[in-house]
T-cell receptor, first 112, second 113 residues
């Protein structure tokens, strides 16, 4: 059974701090996605990484896919209150189609 | 363009009842997936439909079923509801069956009493 372990589960920081969220598995994924979910809404895709070692940047967010395609990280620089939300990683394989394996999420709270 | 629409947004049922949830995907999207989200287990895959055919099914009991219509709209049904079925049920649509971008609806919040 494929699992994605996400850490930390909760993160409470002050505005301006940096943070990193980790997503680890013993399984290889063909793609790794990061979503952000706000209360009362569905998850919204932030990024998809597909190549081992790939790094993608989205403004203050940096996403990395591990060389072996088993792990990923999300780094936020100078966090802002607007970054508050639930961050989810999700792994996919070509065989499983849209049946993604989700981590349990990291709840981030950024206070001003 | 309009996003994924799920109805109803909230509902309360009692144990033993059954429930039907509806999902209208983004226009042009032929793949619809359903996920269950709970605080303890997170998001878990229920099933995926493409062109009215179920392509994948998650590890859920047979009480959970679904279908897709020719206009790509999808419904899922849960029979003989149990307390543990209380969850947010999320529908997601995508252009294809590849593990690309999923567009999620706001979900249907089911409470079983």
């Amino acid at each position: 059974t494929q699992l994605l372990e996400q850490s930390p589960q909760f993160l409470s920081i002050q505005e301006g701090e940096n943070l990193t969220v980790y997503c680890n598995s013993s399984s290889v994924f063909s793609s790794l996605q990061w979503y952000r979910q706000e209360p009362g809404e569905g998850p919204v895709l932030l990024v998809t990484v597909v190549t081992g070692g790939e790094v993608k940047k989205l403004k203050r967010l940096t996403f990395q896919f591990g060389d072996a395609r088993k792990d990923s990280s999300l780094h936020i620089t100078a966090a802002q209150p607007g970054d508050t939300g639930l961050y989810l990683c999700a792994g996919g394989t070509n065989q499983a189609g849209t049946a993604l394996i989700f981590g349990k999420g990291t709840t981030l709270s950024v206070s001003s | 363009k309009a996003g994924v629409t799920q109805t109803p947004r909230y509902l309360i049922k009692t144990r033993g009842q059954q429930v039907t949830l509806s999902c209208s995907p983004i226009s042009g999207h032929r793949s619809v997936s359903w996920y269950q989200q709970t605080p303890g287990q997170g998001l878990q895959f229920l099933f995926e439909y493409f062109s009215e055919t179920q392509r994948n099914k998650g590890n859920f009991p047979g009480r959970f079923s679904g279908r897709q219509f020719s206009n790509s709209r999808s419904e899922m049904n849960v029979s003989t509801l149990e307390l543990g079925d209380s969850a947010l049920y999320l529908c997601a649509s995508s252009l294809s069956v590849n593990p690309g971008e999923l567009f999620f609806g706001e979900g249907s919040r089911l409470t079983v009493l």
